[in-house]
């Protein structure tokens, strides 16, 4: 079933193509022109990731941060690739090559979470 559009769900939508990098709530937060409460940022994400829309990477830090995906759908999520976390500036950012994860027989891959952290290169510089 296809889901309602709202202008909520757009903007949060709009705000994650804009910032070329994973988010957490507060992040997006801050970005809304218009006041929207965690409760509704939270439901908003994790309708996009039920509807492949993006995927959820759990940061060193304990936060949630959310990327655009580029070829999942709803039923399947296809990124198996590794994230890094600035410990500088905090961006969190996907890294493009996908990895190959080997698992013994009749183990089925369901979620995969893999971050990397350090300085990134414009804070590595300083």
Known sequence: MKRRNTKSKQDVLDILKD?????????????????????????????????GIVHKIV????????ALCLDCSEKQHKHNHLHFRCLECGKVECLKKEITISLPKDYTLENFNGLISGKCNKCSKN
């Not at 988010?23 to 997006?28: A, K, P, S, V, Y």
């Not at 801050?30 to 994400?45: C, F, G, P, Q, V």
């Not at 940061?59 to 959310?66: A, L, T």
């Open 59 to 66: 940061g060193d830090d304990g936060k949630q941060y959310f």
């Open 19 to 51: 910032s070329g990098s994973a988010l957490n709530h507060e992040m997006i937060q801050s970005e809304l022109s218009t006041k929207t409460d965690r409760a509704t940022i939270y439901r908003i994400l994790n309708q996009f990731c039920d509807d």
